[in-house]
């Protein structure tokens, strides 16, 4: 088994998670897939409202993406900046919530998940019909397609305007704090707020 894709879509996951380092956060994408001469072809991909921070995000708002992907199997797509591509064990658990779906059709009996991270791509797929299983580590094939991949970080941009915002923290009492107070986590003079001075001006107490 393998999951093709464009190249077009490839270098707009690229960029996704540039983009990721760049602001110092987990991103996500949700898409579309079908079965392209029986392997799942990943062809549509969208940005859903989010909220993230260094090691997590989270879908958030009203459900607006639901109608771009009707009829075609869900692609989940996240980022891991600057680290590894790994499944952590909030991923396993969505992985297990795509693997079992209510209702689905014979056609679009499968979820596609993907995580990016500083080595890579990691892409797993989940069949649940009509005999479920599961294989990890999957390769991600590119199709030859007349779209270019020019542009793809300038458009990620726009298609996140809007879209995303960083998750406040939370010191040890569960004081919420500025999202934006220690800076972005991965950019020079940048730290997470565990790694702060406890006595600087806005830190803990």
Known sequence: MYVSISLHHLAYLQALYDYSVELGSELTLL???RLRDEHPHIERLVVP????SACRVEVIGPPTW?????GLALVWVHTHPGMSKFWSGIDDDTKDLLAAPPKVEIETAFAVSVVVGKDGMKCHVAVYAP???EVDDVPLVVVP???QAKGALAKLRNDFKGKYQKTAWYDWRGKRGAASQYGDYGKKGGKPWYMSDPYEKGGLP
């Open 31 to 33: 898409g579309g897939a």
């Open 131 to 133: 005999i479920p299983y």
């Open 49 to 52: 409202q989010q909220e993230g």
């Open 66 to 70: 639901l109608d771009a992907l009707e």
């Open 145 to 147: 397609t007349p779209e």
